[in-house]
């Protein structure tokens, strides 16, 4: 079993930064990916961006380019997205996910393991 512990979660106004964490137990698969959704009160659950762990290849939504980076620290089996010039619209709850052999890095249905989520609040 997987274990995903997300971090850095918290509130801001619009505008600043928060740098979101998420350390594995363990990576699971050899064709490793790992992902950051978020899901808002009755909204669907959607993809943010997601890194490949082995080649460090990267997906974000179109919604967040230009304003989030996912990172990887290979020798902690840690991810971070580091998120800048927030907006409200951004407030949700955000989940690490961990997948093998992800073709469609924004499906959730991809992933196998989820961490609990921490939460993201941007006020205006």
């Known amino acids: 079993q997987v274990e995903l512990v997300e971090s850095g979660g918290g509130s801001v106004q619009a505008g600043g930064s928060l740098r979101l964490s998420c350390t594995a137990s363990?990576?699971?698969?050899?064709?490793?990916?790992m992902g950051w959704f978020r899901q808002a009160p009755g909204k669907k659950r959607e993809g943010v961006a997601s890194i490949y762990t082995s080649d460090g290849r990267t997906y974000y939504a179109d919604s967040v380019k230009g304003r989030f980076t996912i990172s990887q620290d290979k020798s902690k089996n840690t991810v971070y997205l580091e998120m800048n010039n927030l907006k409200p619209e951004d407030t949700a709850m955000y989940y690490c996910?961990?997948?093998?052999?992800?073709?469609?890095?924004?499906?959730?249905?991809?992933?196998?393991?989820w961490g609990q989520g921490t939460q993201v609040t941007v006020s205006s």
């Open positions: 363990t990576y699971t698969y050899s064709n490793n990916c």
């Open positions: 996910a961990q997948g093998g052999y992800v073709a469609v890095p924004d499906i959730a249905s991809e992933y196998s393991y």
